[in-house]
Nanobody, 114 residues
């Protein structure tokens, strides 16, 4: 069955950096588009970065976040630089596209605060 485990979140000051990791199993990772999503408190889930045939970013993170993947490790990463308080959210990775009916990991909390 599908399993997804995110890690790497934490508390960071504005302007700081974090690198998130995600390991997935239970599907053909190398042929799957993968993405990072985030959900802030009292807001819906937002697609912020995706890698498949191309790499795309939401405007809110473009130029600051970088998505990458290692198919040999079934892993996808999100390097986040110049973090802002509005980046505070729970971050998830999943296939692209993914809906509420798909299996989701527990996510990893990112808090940007001084």
């Amino acid at each position: 069955q599908v399993q997804i485990v995110e890690s790497g979140g934490g508390l960071v000051q504005p302007g700081g950096s974090l690198k998130l990791s995600c390991v997935a199993s239970g599907f053909t990772f190398s042929s799957s588009g993968m993405a990072w999503y985030r959900q802030a408190a009292e807001k819906g889930r937002e697609l912020i970065a995706a890698t498949g045939r191309s790499i795309n970013y939401a405007d809110s993170v473009k130029g600051r976040f970088t998505i990458s993947r290692d198919n040999a490790k079934n892993a996808v990463y999100l390097e986040m630089n110049n973090l802002k308080p509005e980046d505070t959210a729970v971050y998830y990775c999943n296939r692209l596209p993914a809906t509420d009916r798909d299996v989701w990991g527990q996510g990893t909390q990112v808090t940007v605060s001084s």
